[in-house]
């Protein structure tokens, strides 16, 4: 067919050719598109999460105990694991706008997307698996921003998803208040336990004098044997991390836009308070944040050298 279009017209436009060929390349593909096979669409489901509710995606890492003896996390807390953590959720944060707040402790973090969201539909599938996927690349992809050449990675980590509704703001504010509280109870343990085995027990036999202890009690094992107050343990470390996009003043005087971690109690009403656009989309909080000396958090120095490159442009060579 080409060919006699050449011999018609040897001054044939390539341009006409192209469109010409494109359009046929077009039709070729519909049909083929609409073959016998094509059936095998209607077995696929689509679940669409219930509307006018928030949507919480929780990640949660698999076999993650495995994985930090595998590269000696220290214990009972290590801040480098748990900032990468946070800047996994940093990129999750930044690919989707509709996420209000996120938080993440241990080897979890959960994303709370708007009420009204439409992304993808709602469709369950799509955020559960988007989300997990981009977490997990994030995390290893900044394996060595974190870790530098300290500790090698020494096989890819697994993170799985959960998505999960919450109807009222009443029931969202219970949700992050169950892990939050989840993080001291856990931390309590995992301190008071390490500490034992770090004076000598075993393992069985720390578990065995923490079996039936209450907060109280695990509180005066640090004190007493220890002289570790654990009110003063890191906050991060007792009470999670928060992430919230805020307007954040930079050294120079100006302000820029990114995920800052908070390290507030979320169980008391000041911290809703404070930050009452979580809650109502229609507020706006336009007023720059000062966090002081915090502006040296390594997850803001990595959003704002990332910033810096991108307005400095692509190297000239």
């Excluded at 049909?31 to 219930?50: C, H, I, P, W």
Aim: proline share 3%; aromatic share 12%.
């Amino acid at each position: 067919m080409w060919r006699s279009i050449f011999k018609q017209n040897p001054l044939h436009n390539f341009e006409n050719l192209t469109k010409f060929t494109s359009t046929t390349l077009k039709c070729c593909t519909k049909g083929m598109a609409n073959s016998r096979f094509e059936y095998v669409k209607t077995f696929e489901q689509s679940d669409s999460l219930l509307k006018n509710c928030w949507i919480v995606i929780r990640v949660d890492g698999k076999g993650f105990h495995k994985f930090c003896t595998a590269h000696n996390f220290r214990k009972p807390n290590d801040k480098r694991g748990l900032n990468l953590m946070s800047l996994a959720a940093v990129h999750v944060m930044q690919e989707f706008n509709e996420i209000v707040i996120a938080y993440g402790q241990s080897d979890e973090y959960s994303f709370v997307f708007k009420r009204d969201s439409s992304i993808y539909g709602r469709r369950r599938d799509k955020l559960i698996s988007y989300v997990a996927s981009l977490f997990t690349s994030a995390y290893i992809f900044n394996w060595q921003y974190i870790f530098e050449d300290t500790v090698p990675l020494k096989y890819p980590p697994v993170f799985d998803a959960r998505a999960v509704l919450y109807p009222t703001d009443v029931n969202l504010r219970d949700y992050l208040s169950w892990r939050q509280a989840d993080v001291h109870i856990n931390n309590l343990y995992n301190t008071s336990f390490w500490n034992l085995v770090a004076s000598g027990l075993t393992n069985n036999d720390a578990e065995k004098r923490l079996s039936g202890t209450l907060s109280s009690d695990k509180n005066e094992i640090l004190f007493k044997e220890f002289n570790i107050n654990y009110n003063n343990e890191p906050i991060m470390f007792r009470k999670g991390t928060t992430l919230l996009r805020k307007k954040v003043k930079l050294t120079d005087g100006k302000s820029l836009s990114l995920t800052v971690p908070i390290f507030d109690d979320m169980i008391v009403d000041k911290f809703w308070e404070i930050h009452p656009e979580l809650l109502d989309s229609k507020l706006n909080d336009t007023d720059p944040l000062d966090i002081g000396d915090n502006i040296n958090h390594i997850l803001l120095q990595y959003q704002i050298e990332k910033h810096n490159k991108r307005k400095e442009g692509p190297e000239r060579k």
